[in-house]
């Protein structure tokens, strides 16, 4: 197997490695601070077949509810840069 893994990081001491996975890390999560402390707080009510589909999916991948909300967060931002 080559140097280069699956997902395109060479193979590297574990400090450099791990101050990496910082770096990222830290890129990935600048965002504006939260003004409220419930502000990334998600709730809805939804209908009896719409959370009925919702749960099936959750069991199919084996999520969470948090998880099966990011993914639809996430696609629906992705449908929305599709559409721009």
């Not at 791990?18 to 402390?37: F, G, I, N, S, W």
């Not at 999916?57 to 084996?62: A, P, Y």
Request: glycine content about 4%; overall charge positive.
């Amino acid at each position: 197997m080559s140097q280069e893994k699956e997902n395109g990081l060479r193979s590297a001491e574990p400090e450099q490695f791990h101050e990496l996975m910082r770096k990222l890390y830290k890129e990935q999560h600048q965002v504006a601070p939260l003004t409220d402390a419930n502000q990334y707080h998600v709730q809805a009510k939804l209908p009896a077949p719409l959370y009925r589909e919702f749960q099936a999916l959750l069991k199919q991948n084996g999520w969470s509810i948090t998880t099966g909300i990011q993914y639809a967060v996430h696609k629906l931002s992705q449908q929305k840069q599709q559409q721009s």
